[in-house]
């Protein structure tokens, strides 16, 4: 009586949740630092700006955990906050302009590795 060979389960391809799931958490986490800014800047409301971030982030954490972990997906966030304070202290000497979007771009790196090529 053959028997045949026992293979693992297949795993499916974890993908983020929501309605954007091809689009990397790291384009979004990047995007938000940089659209919070815009939008305190544009409409000197700085808690409005804020209210995005807090958005933007709920939002990347809620798509991407179940992919990449509360761990990972924690150290993004820490990370995003070390970005967030390190753009204020970098635009004295560069600008806000540039200094956000280096802090953006520092973001979605570290997002980039963390949780979207965990997908």
Do not use: K, N, Y
Request: aromatic share 6%; with cysteine; hydrophobic share 60%.
């Amino acid at each position: 009586m053959p028997t045949e060979p026992r293979t693992a389960p297949r795993r499916e391809r974890l993908r983020p949740r929501g309605p954007v799931p091809a689009i990397p958490t790291a384009a979004l986490a990047a995007a938000t630092l940089v659209a919070a800014f815009a939008v305190a800047q544009l409409s000197d409301v700085r808690a409005l700006g804020g209210a995005l971030l807090v958005a933007g982030v709920a939002w990347c954490v809620w798509r991407s955990v179940h992919v990449a972990g509360w761990l990972r997906v924690a150290a993004v966030v820490l990370v995003g906050a070390v970005c967030f304070v390190g753009a204020h202290l970098l635009s004295p000497a560069i600008g806000p302009w540039p200094a956000v979007l280096l802090s953006a771009l520092v973001l979605g790196v570290v997002t980039w590795v963390l949780t979207d090529t965990r997908s």
